[in-house]
Protein backbone atom coordinates (compact mmCIF):
# COMPACT_ATOMS: atom_id res chain seq x y z
CA UNK A 1 0.00 0.00 0.00
CA UNK A 2 0.85 3.49 -0.77
CA UNK A 3 1.34 6.33 1.82
CA UNK A 4 1.07 9.26 -0.39
CA UNK A 5 -1.06 10.15 -2.86
CA UNK A 6 -0.23 12.52 -5.48
CA UNK A 7 -2.74 15.05 -7.54
CA UNK A 8 -3.16 15.39 -10.20
CA UNK A 9 -1.79 12.50 -11.67
CA UNK A 10 -0.91 13.70 -14.77
CA UNK A 11 -0.44 17.73 -15.50
CA UNK A 12 0.67 19.34 -18.90
CA UNK A 13 1.93 22.75 -18.96
CA UNK A 14 3.94 25.54 -21.61
CA UNK A 15 7.44 26.74 -20.71
CA UNK A 16 7.46 29.80 -18.49
CA UNK A 17 4.14 28.77 -16.39
CA UNK A 18 4.10 27.45 -13.17
CA UNK A 19 3.40 23.80 -12.04
CA UNK A 20 1.62 22.72 -8.77
CA UNK A 21 0.98 19.04 -7.79
CA UNK A 22 -0.10 18.02 -4.45
CA UNK A 23 0.41 15.43 -2.16
CA UNK A 24 -1.57 14.19 0.88
CA UNK A 25 -0.48 11.32 3.28
CA UNK A 26 -1.97 9.28 6.11
CA UNK A 27 0.14 8.33 8.86
CA UNK A 28 2.62 11.05 11.09
CA UNK A 29 5.80 11.63 9.69
CA UNK A 30 8.88 12.69 10.41
CA UNK A 31 9.77 13.99 7.14
CA UNK A 32 8.43 14.21 3.15
CA UNK A 33 10.94 14.24 0.72
CA UNK A 34 10.14 14.99 -3.12
CA UNK A 35 11.83 12.99 -6.17
CA UNK A 36 12.14 13.20 -9.50
CA UNK A 37 12.12 10.21 -12.08
CA UNK A 38 12.67 10.87 -15.70
CA UNK A 39 11.34 8.09 -18.18
CA UNK A 40 11.19 5.06 -15.73
CA UNK A 41 14.94 5.60 -14.34
CA UNK A 42 16.23 6.44 -11.68
CA UNK A 43 14.72 8.46 -8.63
CA UNK A 44 16.90 12.04 -8.13
CA UNK A 45 16.08 13.83 -4.24
CA UNK A 46 14.76 17.28 -4.97
CA UNK A 47 14.00 18.80 -1.82
CA UNK A 48 13.36 17.19 2.15
CA UNK A 49 10.53 18.99 4.55
CA UNK A 50 10.57 18.03 8.34
CA UNK A 51 7.54 17.59 10.14
CA UNK A 52 8.10 21.04 12.12
CA UNK A 53 9.12 22.92 9.11
CA UNK A 54 5.83 24.94 6.81
CA UNK A 55 7.65 25.74 3.68
CA UNK A 56 11.20 25.46 2.10
CA UNK A 57 12.71 26.59 -1.26
CA UNK A 58 15.54 25.10 -3.27
CA UNK A 59 16.18 27.03 -6.64
CA UNK A 60 12.81 26.94 -8.68
CA UNK A 61 11.31 25.12 -5.88
CA UNK A 62 8.78 25.53 -3.32
CA UNK A 63 7.85 23.23 -1.23
CA UNK A 64 4.82 23.51 1.67
CA UNK A 65 3.87 21.07 4.39
CA UNK A 66 0.79 21.60 6.70
CA UNK A 67 0.73 18.65 8.51
CA UNK A 68 -2.86 19.31 10.50
CA UNK A 69 -4.36 18.36 6.98
CA UNK A 70 -1.37 15.80 6.38
CA UNK A 71 -0.55 17.55 2.87
CA UNK A 72 2.47 19.06 0.80
CA UNK A 73 2.44 20.75 -2.50
CA UNK A 74 5.52 20.86 -4.91
CA UNK A 75 5.69 24.16 -7.14
CA UNK A 76 7.96 24.63 -9.58
CA UNK A 77 8.18 28.08 -11.07
CA UNK A 78 9.07 29.17 -14.50
CA UNK A 79 9.19 25.38 -15.64
CA UNK A 80 11.33 24.24 -18.89
CA UNK A 81 11.01 21.53 -21.13
CA UNK A 82 13.62 19.50 -18.99
CA UNK A 83 11.10 19.38 -16.20
CA UNK A 84 9.35 16.74 -18.23
CA UNK A 85 9.35 13.73 -15.41
CA UNK A 86 7.24 12.03 -12.99
CA UNK A 87 7.36 13.48 -9.50
CA UNK A 88 7.20 11.42 -5.92
CA UNK A 89 6.53 12.37 -2.65
CA UNK A 90 7.80 10.00 -0.31
CA UNK A 91 6.97 10.18 3.55
CA UNK A 92 9.03 8.58 6.52
CA UNK A 93 7.81 7.95 9.56
CA UNK A 94 9.18 7.21 13.13
CA UNK A 95 11.02 4.08 11.78
CA UNK A 96 14.21 3.69 10.37
CA UNK A 97 14.45 4.41 6.98
CA UNK A 98 11.78 3.05 5.00
CA UNK A 99 10.47 5.81 2.28
CA UNK A 100 6.78 5.31 1.64
CA UNK A 101 5.78 6.98 -1.94
CA UNK A 102 2.83 8.26 -3.54
CA UNK A 103 1.82 6.97 -7.26
CA UNK A 104 3.42 10.20 -8.84
CA UNK A 105 2.16 13.00 -10.83
CA UNK A 106 3.39 13.11 -14.56
CA UNK A 107 4.27 16.61 -15.87
CA UNK A 108 4.80 17.41 -19.73
CA UNK A 109 6.36 20.45 -20.23
CA UNK A 110 5.90 21.56 -24.27
CA UNK A 111 8.33 24.35 -25.37
CA UNK B 1 32.73 10.32 -7.17
CA UNK B 2 30.98 7.17 -8.08
CA UNK B 3 27.17 7.51 -7.67
CA UNK B 4 25.25 4.22 -6.98
CA UNK B 5 25.50 1.59 -9.38
CA UNK B 6 23.40 -1.54 -10.38
CA UNK B 7 24.02 -4.42 -12.47
CA UNK B 8 22.37 -5.75 -14.62
CA UNK B 9 20.28 -3.14 -16.37
CA UNK B 10 17.76 -5.36 -17.98
CA UNK B 11 17.24 -8.61 -18.09
CA UNK B 12 14.16 -11.62 -19.18
CA UNK B 13 13.40 -14.55 -16.83
CA UNK B 14 10.65 -16.78 -17.33
CA UNK B 15 8.32 -17.96 -14.64
CA UNK B 16 9.91 -20.19 -11.85
CA UNK B 17 13.32 -19.28 -12.53
CA UNK B 18 15.57 -17.24 -9.77
CA UNK B 19 17.22 -13.78 -10.25
CA UNK B 20 20.03 -11.62 -8.65
CA UNK B 21 20.79 -8.51 -8.49
CA UNK B 22 23.38 -6.26 -7.42
CA UNK B 23 23.90 -2.47 -6.29
CA UNK B 24 26.94 -0.92 -5.52
CA UNK B 25 26.00 2.30 -3.39
CA UNK B 26 27.64 5.79 -3.27
CA UNK B 27 31.04 6.18 -1.77
CA UNK B 28 31.17 6.83 1.34
CA UNK B 29 27.65 5.15 2.22
CA UNK B 30 26.52 1.98 4.34
CA UNK B 31 22.89 1.51 4.15
CA UNK B 32 21.19 0.22 1.04
CA UNK B 33 17.76 -0.26 0.35
CA UNK B 34 15.48 -1.76 -2.33
CA UNK B 35 12.49 -0.47 -3.92
CA UNK B 36 10.19 -2.54 -6.95
CA UNK B 37 8.01 -0.20 -9.22
CA UNK B 38 5.50 -1.58 -11.38
CA UNK B 39 4.66 0.57 -14.58
CA UNK B 40 2.91 3.58 -13.57
CA UNK B 41 3.65 3.08 -9.82
CA UNK B 42 5.22 4.24 -7.39
CA UNK B 43 8.11 2.46 -5.69
CA UNK B 44 7.39 -0.02 -3.02
CA UNK B 45 9.93 -0.44 -0.17
CA UNK B 46 11.35 -4.36 -0.61
CA UNK B 47 13.90 -4.17 2.44
CA UNK B 48 17.12 -2.36 3.83
CA UNK B 49 20.22 -3.32 4.82
CA UNK B 50 22.85 -1.88 7.69
CA UNK B 51 25.77 -3.45 8.95
CA UNK B 52 24.99 -6.83 6.68
CA UNK B 53 22.07 -7.53 8.55
CA UNK B 54 18.07 -6.49 6.87
CA UNK B 55 17.03 -3.71 9.46
CA UNK B 56 13.55 -3.10 7.43
CA UNK B 57 11.39 -5.71 5.42
CA UNK B 58 7.98 -4.31 3.50
CA UNK B 59 5.46 -5.96 2.79
CA UNK B 60 7.06 -8.41 0.17
CA UNK B 61 7.21 -12.72 0.37
CA UNK B 62 10.03 -14.68 1.50
CA UNK B 63 10.73 -15.26 -2.06
CA UNK B 64 12.44 -11.85 -2.07
CA UNK B 65 15.93 -12.30 0.06
CA UNK B 66 19.25 -10.18 0.24
CA UNK B 67 22.47 -9.66 1.77
CA UNK B 68 24.69 -6.94 2.36
CA UNK B 69 28.32 -7.36 2.16
CA UNK B 70 31.32 -5.80 4.07
CA UNK B 71 32.27 -3.20 1.54
CA UNK B 72 28.59 -2.13 1.82
CA UNK B 73 27.15 -3.49 -1.78
CA UNK B 74 24.11 -5.33 -1.60
CA UNK B 75 21.90 -8.08 -3.32
CA UNK B 76 18.78 -8.82 -3.99
CA UNK B 77 17.54 -12.19 -5.16
CA UNK B 78 14.24 -13.26 -6.04
CA UNK B 79 13.02 -16.99 -6.10
CA UNK B 80 10.24 -18.65 -8.21
CA UNK B 81 9.76 -15.83 -10.33
CA UNK B 82 5.82 -14.99 -11.21
CA UNK B 83 4.22 -12.75 -14.02
CA UNK B 84 3.96 -10.11 -11.58
CA UNK B 85 7.53 -9.84 -10.55
CA UNK B 86 8.18 -7.92 -13.47
CA UNK B 87 9.43 -4.43 -12.81
CA UNK B 88 12.06 -1.89 -12.04
CA UNK B 89 14.10 -2.96 -8.95
CA UNK B 90 15.74 0.40 -7.70
CA UNK B 91 18.50 0.26 -5.03
CA UNK B 92 18.87 3.60 -3.37
CA UNK B 93 21.65 4.14 -0.55
CA UNK B 94 22.22 5.94 2.35
CA UNK B 95 24.47 7.14 5.39
CA UNK B 96 23.34 5.27 8.16
CA UNK B 97 23.85 8.74 10.41
CA UNK B 98 21.34 7.86 13.96
CA UNK B 99 18.02 7.51 12.28
CA UNK B 100 18.93 7.79 8.53
CA UNK B 101 16.07 10.20 8.14
CA UNK B 102 17.70 12.09 4.75
CA UNK B 103 17.62 11.67 1.53
CA UNK B 104 18.10 8.41 -0.76
CA UNK B 105 20.81 8.39 -3.49
CA UNK B 106 19.01 5.97 -6.59
CA UNK B 107 20.46 3.83 -9.01
CA UNK B 108 19.11 3.55 -12.77
CA UNK B 109 17.70 0.55 -11.96
CA UNK B 110 17.31 -3.25 -13.07
CA UNK B 111 14.67 -3.74 -15.24
CA UNK B 112 13.06 -7.04 -15.46
CA UNK B 113 10.76 -9.14 -17.50
CA UNK B 114 9.52 -12.38 -16.26
CA UNK B 115 7.76 -14.12 -19.26
Known amino acids: SQQGEEDPQALSIQEGENATMNCSYK?????LQWYRQNSGRGLVHLIL?????REKHSGRLRVTLDTSKKSSSLLITASRAADTASYFC???????????FGAGTQVVVTP | DAGVTQSPTHLIKTRGQQVTLRCSPKSGHDTVSWYQQALGQGPQFIFQYYEEEERQRGNFPDRFSGHQFPNYSSELNVNALLLGDSALYLC??????????????FGEGSRLTVL
Open chain 1, 90 to 100: ATRDDSWGKLQ
Open chain 1, 49 to 53: IRSNE
Open chain 1, 27 to 31: TSINN
Open chain 2, 92 to 105: ASSLWTGGNTGELF
